[in-house]
């Protein structure tokens, strides 16, 4: 039978297969042996063990379009990066780590700045603006207050979506007003250190409509980059693009060079400071990093 990996926990993974049900499974050795771990999103071939209502081993994995390291999730329509505009602060440079990955991957990034409610609306769309000129597709809304959702909602049809972000910011909530198949739990802020709680404890995808699924994630604090070359970083920028081929060198990484023009778009307010101030601390970051 084939089937998708909705949860994986402590070495079971749970498959659901389509008009029939959900299977406990455990992983055959040979996949230990072959260096492969099944992530939550796996399309699999499984076998029903006899006299043992829905459960299982997996059999094979098949091929992946694509897959996601932190959070370990595969075959991805899309990823919905979620930071809250207040309550705690949205943090951009973890924002810009995030869209980085994503776009290493190749995965459509679209950006959600929830909890709207706690900040003016001119600071919002400040915020909201900054990302939308880059071109991402940018949803603003307040799941204590219900704005927004609809529109978001119909952004996630007919595709797997991977709801990221820190902690507190309202991952659990919005997907609460999304879907009711699963009742997600909803942590506090804390008032000290303005940050959330982590909630949910492990990625699972959520079947919410046929063929629409969502993925509800740990939080993060924090985002590694260290298996990426400092070199290779500017091509995940992608409002340089358009200004790549007119640097005076082939290469240029847009830091000390002269006659660069992404610098010089930036003199000229069409690159963000704040986004061009990241990409040079996380270049000198990844520049340090002794490779071996």
């Not at 207050?145 to 119909?154: A, C, N, R």
Request: net charge negative.
């Amino acid at each position: 039978m084939e089937g998708k990996i909705i949860k994986g926990i402590a070495g079971f993974y749970y498959v659901h297969v389509p008009q029939i049900g959900l299977f406990e499974c455990k992983a055959r050795g040979v996949f230990r042996n072959q260096n492969i771990k099944p992530l939550i999103g796996d399309n699999v071939l499984i076998e029903e063990l006899m006299n043992e209502e829905k459960k299982g081993n997996i059999l094979e994995v098949k091929k992946r379009e694509n897959q996601l390291i932190r959070p370990s999730v595969a075959n991805i329509g899309q990823v919905m990066i979620v930071f809250s505009v207040n309550q705690p602060k949205p943090n951009l440079n973890l924002l810009d780590r995030f869209l980085i990955m994503v776009e290493k991957e190749n995965i459509p990034a679209v950006i959600c700045f929830n909890k709207i409610d706690t900040l003016s609306k001119e600071d919002t769309a400040m915020i909201q603006e900054a990302y939308e000129r880059i071109g991402y597709p940018v949803f603003t809304t307040s799941a204590t207050k219900g704005e927004g959702i609809e529109d978001l909602d119909k952004f996630l049809y007919n595709t797997t979506t991977v709801f990221a972000g820190p902690s507190g910011v309202g991952k659990s909530s919005l997907l609460n007003l999304i879907q009711k198949e699963v009742h997600l739990e909803i942590g506090e802020i804390s008032q000290k250190a303005q940050r959330g709680k982590h909630t949910t404890r492990h990625a699972e995808l959520i079947c919410f409509r046929e063929n629409s699924y969502v993925v509800d994630t740990p939080g993060f604090s924090s985002l590694s980059l260290d298996q990426m070359s400092s070199d290779e970083l500017k091509n995940y920028f992608v409002e340089f693009t358009e200004y790549i081929d007119n640097c005076r060198f082939q290469g240029c990484n847009h830091i000390n060079e002269p006659n660069c023009a992404v610098k010089n778009a930036l003199q000229e307010g069409k690159i963000s400071k704040s986004r061009y101030d990241n990409y040079v601390m996380i270049y000198e970051e990844l520049k340090d990093i002794r490779r071996w």
